[in-house]
């Protein structure tokens, strides 16, 4: 298994800023990615976090609403830019291990007004 | 990635056995049936997989139907702690994305 944390658990935020959420892993690992799940609803992944390289986005999602870094095989960050109401939603980063299993993190709250 | 079909809601008793059923009608040859599931405001925690051997471990049991259009997960003595969003999820093993595509889950509500 892997222990995740993520940074920070919630927050609140004014439309048009942005929040960076850092996801570490205990561990190192070749795999991460970030989800978004928005009120009520199931997760949708937003990207791989690739390390050494720019981030794999899924359809609807795109790199200057949602930068991703991966400075090495521990740790990644999501940024949230120029935040609307919209974007009030849980983000979770997860990882893939060799055992073929993901685990995720606690999230981050996510509250913009 | 195969689609998969899941009743919107299910109710158990506390202490029964809680069956969860998952259609999956499309899958691939090369495709596991995975089951996670979230407790309320937590990230989601993976349960098992199998490809089609039916497979156990200390948290439930995962049946696979012999033409693996359909899987049931078992939770042999469900607690009100076992109320939460299961999540079925098809996808290839040993994937070179790993990634996972979530529907939108059974709500088990386990009750006293």
């Known amino acids: 298994s892997a222990v995740i944390s993520q940074k920070p658990s919630r927050d609140i935020c004014q439309r048009g800023t942005s929040l960076t959420i850092q996801c570490q892993v205990d561990s190192q690992v070749t795999m991460m990615f970030w989800y978004r799940q928005q009120p009520g609803q199931s997760l949708t992944l937003i990207a791989t976090?690739?390390?050494?390289?720019?981030?794999?986005?899924e359809s609807g999602f795109v790199i200057d609403k949602f930068p991703i870094s991966r400075p090495n095989l521990t740790f990644s960050t999501l940024t949230v830019s120029n935040m609307s109401p919209e974007d009030s939603s849980i983000y979770l980063c997860s990882v893939h291990l060799m055992s073929d299993t993901q685990y995720f993190g606690p999230g981050t709250r996510l509250t913009v007004l | 990635d195969a689609k998969t079909t899941q009743p919107t809601s299910m109710d158990c008793a506390e202490g029964r056995a809680a069956n969860l059923p998952c259609n999956h009608s499309?899958?691939?040859?090369?495709?596991?049936v995975y089951w996670y599931r979230q407790i309320h405001s937590q990230g989601p925690q993976y349960i098992i997989h199998?490809?089609?051997n039916n497979e156990t471990n200390e948290m439930a049991s995962l049946i696979i139907t012999e033409d693996r259009k359909s899987s049931t997960l078992i939770l042999p003595h469900a607690t009100l702690r076992d109320t939460a969003v299961y999540y079925c999820i098809v996808r290839p093993g040993s994937s070179n994305t790993g990634k996972l595509i979530f529907g939108q889950g059974t709500t088990l509500q386990v009750k006293p």
């Open positions: 499309t899958i691939s040859g090369n495709e596991y």
């Open positions: 199998g490809l089609k």
């Open positions: 976090a690739n390390q050494g390289s720019e981030a794999t986005y």
